[in-house]
Nanobody
Framework: QVQLVESGGRLVQAGDSLRLSCAVF????????MGWFRQAKGKERELVAA????????NYADSVKGRFTISRDNAKNTVYLQMNGLKPEDTAVYYC?????????????????WGQGTQVTVSS
């Protein structure tokens, strides 16, 4: 049974930076693509960033390109989301996710398990 535990969310001001972390348990982390999703109130969940199992491929939503960076540390079974230049519209609950099968590239449809989420609030 895979378990994902996010941390790092908090209240920040517009323009600030924040790094989210997600520790993964119960899976051979290095074999699986990882992603970060977010869901704002009243909106559907969206894939913000994804990283392939090898770390060689990353993808970002247009709304965060150039501001957010996803990375992974296989030695720590942890995936990160570095968020710079935060905007009020980035306010959401952020979830990390892992793909259902190994050796994936991080396609949205392939994610099958999510963490409990961490709240990020950006004040203007």
């Amino acid at each position: 049974q895979v378990q994902l535990v996010e941390s790092g969310g908090r209240l920040v001001q517009a323009g600030d930076s924040l790094r989210l972390s997600c520790a993964v348990f119960g899976r051979t982390f290095s074999l699986y693509a990882m992603g970060w999703f977010r869901q704002a109130k009243g909106k559907e969940r969206e894939l913000v960033a994804a990283i392939s199992w090898s770390g060689g491929t990353t993808n970002y939503a247009d709304s965060v390109k150039g501001r957010f960076t996803i990375s992974r540390d296989n030695a720590k079974n942890t995936v990160y989301l570095q968020m710079n230049g935060l905007k009020p519209e980035d306010t959401a609950v952020y979830y990390c996710a892992v793909e259902t099968r190994p050796y994936g590239l991080g396609r949205e449809a392939d994610f099958g398990s999510w963490g409990q989420g961490t709240q990020v609030t950006v004040s203007s």
